[in-house]
């Protein structure tokens, strides 16, 4: 006789992929589903199921940045592809630089936003090296995701185009996130 008890379900979705988990612990013959020797294989199970769905999935996130020079404001906006596909604003909340002015020599930004959209937002800090030409060096972390983006972990690497008062300016974000 086999004997089954529901163990746990949980529904994750992210992008496109949404994925079920629903384990049962079957017993069989004269074993309870709840011996250590049946609990264990099958918590083995699900432990494979979940390290499969926490694999890093690349993503590139574009930010337009307009500054208004005069009024002494910065908006942004940003467009994910990849891991996941979103759209939205981009609201900076905090700026602090270290060494020479940008434009007249090699200093470094350090930069926190809130990227929001109608699923959710997330924050991305940057530390950026700014010289005139493109930099390794910029680099990027993601968290503290809110709805779609909770349990949002990411980091990677950055090129900047600078803006002026009439054009905006790009960062373009490559690397990896899970959730």
């Excluded at 069989?28 to 250590?36: R, V």
């Excluded at 049946?38 to 574009?62: E, G």
């Excluded at 680099?139 to 803006?163: D, I, N, S």
Aim: aromatic share 10%; charged share 10%.
């Amino acid at each position: 006789m086999h004997t089954f008890s529901l163990f746990a379900i949980r529904r994750f979705s992210r992008g496109i992929a949404a994925v079920t988990f629903l384990v049962v612990i079957v017993g069989c013959g004269d074993q309870s589903p709840t011996e250590p020797g049946v609990v264990a294989a099958s918590l083995q199970l699900l432990q494979s199921v979940i390290a499969d769905a926490a694999v890093p999935q690349p993503v590139t996130i574009t930010v337009t940045v307009h500054h208004d020079f005069e009024a002494g404001t910065i908006e942004g906006t940003w467009e994910a592809t990849g891991a996941f596909t979103d759209q939205g604003t981009v609201e900076w909340t905090g700026f602090a630089v270290r060494g020479g002015p940008p434009i007249f020599s090699a200093g470094h930004v350090f930069a926190k936003a809130t990227l929001s959209s109608a699923r959710g937002s997330f924050e991305m800090h940057s530390r950026e090296h700014w010289t005139l030409a493109p930099d390794p060096q910029n680099t990027w972390v993601a968290g503290h995701g809110v709805g779609f983006y909770e349990g949002l972990q990411g980091q990677g690497t950055m090129t900047l185009t600078y803006g002026t008062e009439t054009s905006p300016g790009v960062i373009v974000s490559t690397g990896y996130v899970t959730f």
